[in-house]
């Protein structure tokens, strides 16, 4: 609950990705129908969202993130029943508390977008395939599959538990669809537009995003993400899983698939969003608690990313910059001025508001990130974050236009104002300019 209210009223401070879910969910409710004419994820998020939204008379952010926070509980039941279907009490609790305390489930669980979903639908799916319950272990990985795409990868330790039952996995994977397609039924009417717009963010992942141009190599990349959720404890996961490839039981290959089918597909990444993890912290977790004897040690060195974790909810404890400058910007900047933003900033109302796009891999310059473009257009303001221009300037050398285009900002425009992180404010430096 520590920082539920973060970035409120804005949506897109916490996580831009609310920014795409949680109007659309209100939509459905309020006008829209059922159909979201979205496909970049599917819908399922937005079908669970829809029904508390629809007593607002606007669109609720925070009740949005009440939704998600009950999801992340789920998602530790879900992990210490995992745990407990595997190999046993002992490692229910170790994996229940692994999940409660991974700093990388910790930060998404306040946050109103599809990837604690996906952790809660691995969760549970896992432990109905080692628990031998095979058709319900197809509708629960059609259901994850429903909240975001790489639930799909479900399907490799569904076909291992069903080994030699062919006809239980028939069944298995024809609930897997069935429960899909229920959950995002709009697929099937915008087939073309759903194939499209879902690989066409597999591909951007692929191709990467800003602040990864000099990132490590996936491997290593992912790693880190793995570390800094789980700290030491991932040690004692990764020997569980060597142990789960010698052994080799049938739970023991469940888990392991799952682990190592994701990883790989990971692996082809250039996007290393922690985010991207969060499908492995159950079974990682459950692979954990596998060693009795080691419990005591598990659990106490659990307290290390606890410590991690309140240590980056404090930041959440603070105000954000942007909405700093955001209710400077209404005080100082007469209604009606024409003004150019950076992503990631405040959205301020009673303006004319020009969005600045974001510079990636994958797509050509913005030509609006250029001062006498704008100046000939009529802007008169420029709202620029260090959100973007420091990821912009550690990768220079991809981006030489966005890096001029600071300059000339800092050069020709005249700076209103400047605000940074620091006296019980958080996030990233945001300036004023008026051209």
């Given at each position: 609950m520590v920082g539920v209210r973060y970035g409120l009223p804005f949506g897109n401070l916490l996580n831009p990705d609310e920014q795409s879910i949680v109007p659309r969910a209100w939509k459905l409710v309020h006008g829209g129908g059922g159909d979201p004419h979205w496909f970049d994820y599917p819908t399922l998020l937005m079908y669970v969202n829809a029904p508390f939204q629809a007593w607002q008379s606007e669109l609720s952010f925070l009740t949005a993130r009440i939704v998600a926070i009950v999801l992340a509980v789920a998602s530790v039941a879900a992990t210490w029943w995992l745990g407990r279907r595997a190999y046993g009490p002992h490692a229910g609790a170790v994996a229940a508390a692994a999940a409660a305390v991974c700093t990388v489930h910790v930060a998404y669980s306040r946050e109103a977008v599809t990837d604690i979903p996906l952790a809660l639908g691995v969760a549970a799916s896992l432990a109905l395939m080692v628990s031998g319950r095979i058709e319900l272990a197809g509708a629960a990985a059609g259901l994850a599959t429903g909240f975001k795409y790489p639930g799909v990868f479900l399907v490799v330790p569904?076909?291992?538990?069903?080994?030699?039952?062919?006809?239980?996995?028939?069944?298995?994977?024809?609930?897997?669809?069935?429960?899909?397609?229920?959950?995002?039924?709009?697929?099937?009417?915008?087939?073309?537009?759903?194939?499209?717009?879902?690989?066409?963010?597999?591909?951007?992942?692929?191709?990467?995003?800003?602040?990864?141009?000099?990132?490590?190599?996936?491997?290593?990349?992912?790693?880190?993400?793995?570390?800094?959720?789980?700290?030491?404890?991932?040690?004692?996961?990764?020997?569980?899983?060597?142990?789960?490839?010698?052994?080799?039981?049938?739970?023991?290959?469940?888990?392991?698939?799952?682990?190592?089918?994701?990883?790989?597909?990971?692996?082809?990444?250039?996007?290393?969003?922690?985010?991207?993890?969060?499908?492995?912290?159950?079974?990682?977790?459950?692979?954990?608690?596998?060693?009795?004897?080691?419990?005591?040690?598990?659990?106490?060195?659990?307290?290390?990313?606890?410590?991690?974790?309140?240590?980056?909810?404090?930041?959440?404890?603070?105000?954000?910059?942007?909405?700093?400058?955001?209710?400077?910007?209404?005080?100082?900047?007469?209604?009606?001025?024409?003004?150019?933003?950076?992503?990631?900033?405040?959205?301020?109302?009673?303006?004319?508001?020009?969005?600045?796009?974001?510079?990636?891999?994958?797509?050509?310059?913005?030509?609006?990130?250029?001062?006498?473009?704008?100046?000939?257009?009529?802007?008169?303001?420029?709202?620029?974050?260090?959100?973007?221009?420091?990821?912009?300037?550690?990768?220079?050398?991809?981006?030489?236009?966005?890096?001029?285009?600071?300059?000339?900002?800092?050069?020709?425009?005249?700076?209103l104002y400047r605000i940074d992180a620091g006296a019980g404010r958080a996030g990233p430096w945001v300036a004023v300019y008026r051209l």
């Open positions: 569904l076909v291992v538990a069903a080994w030699g039952a062919w006809r239980r996995l028939a069944a298995g994977v024809g609930l897997m669809i069935a429960c899909f397609l229920a959950s995002s039924p709009f697929v099937l009417v915008h087939r073309r537009q759903a194939l499209h717009d879902a690989f066409r963010v597999q591909r951007r992942a692929r191709q990467g995003w800003l602040g990864f141009e000099h990132d490590h190599a996936a491997p290593i990349a992912f790693v880190d993400r793995l570390w800094h959720g789980f700290g030491p404890v991932l040690i004692i996961a990764a020997v569980g899983l060597v142990f789960a490839l010698v052994r080799r039981s049938r739970t023991d290959l469940v888990l392991a698939s799952f682990v190592l089918v994701y990883f790989v597909d990971l692996l082809t990444l250039r996007a290393h969003f922690d985010r991207y993890v969060l499908p492995l912290v159950p079974p990682l977790a459950a692979l954990a608690g596998r060693f009795r004897a080691l419990m005591p040690v598990t659990l106490l060195l659990l307290v290390v990313p606890l410590t991690w974790t309140i240590r980056d909810d404090k930041r959440l404890t603070r105000t954000d910059t942007r909405i700093v400058a955001a209710h400077w910007i209404e005080q100082h900047v007469p209604a009606g001025t024409h003004l150019a933003t950076d992503p990631s900033t405040a959205l301020v109302g009673r303006y004319r508001v020009l969005p600045l796009q974001l510079p990636a891999p994958w797509q050509p310059p913005d030509p609006n990130r250029d001062v006498k473009r704008l100046q000939r257009d009529g802007v008169r303001v420029v709202v620029a974050t260090g959100a973007v221009a420091d990821r912009v300037r550690a990768a220079a050398d991809r981006y030489p236009r966005e890096v001029r285009f600071y300059d000339d900002l800092r050069r020709r425009g005249r700076l």
